[in-house]
């Protein structure tokens, strides 16, 4: 399943790596939804324990790790996004999610 998504940058400089960082580390319901379909087939209203790093590499990739606990599933997960790249265009950092590509589980 590959999704794209695109963040307005609102003011941030995309040249500012830290700047980008906080922006993704914001948005960090994207990835949790992304990986609760990938890894579960499903979206859910409960409360499910997420942890998530964001680290951008460059200026044109990034990398997330997230650890989620699926109480109902009794799983533990530890999942890496490797090495996402994204775009700046129109003033909005654009990328694409593909579970078979990029997310990895440990």
Known sequence: MIEEYSLPLRGID?????AIT???????GIFKSFILRS???????EPIPFNLAV??????????????????????LNVTFPCIPYDIINNKIVFELDDLKHLRTR
């Not at 680290?55 to 009794?74: G, L, Q």
């Open 14 to 18: 995309p040249r500012d790596l830290n």
């Open 22 to 28: 906080q922006l993704l580390k914001k948005s960090k």
């Open 39 to 45: 890894c579960f087939g499903e979206i859910t209203d």
């Open 55 to 76: 680290r951008v590499v460059d200026s044109n990739t990034f990398s997330v790790e997230a650890e989620i606990i699926h109480d109902r599933e009794d799983i533990s």
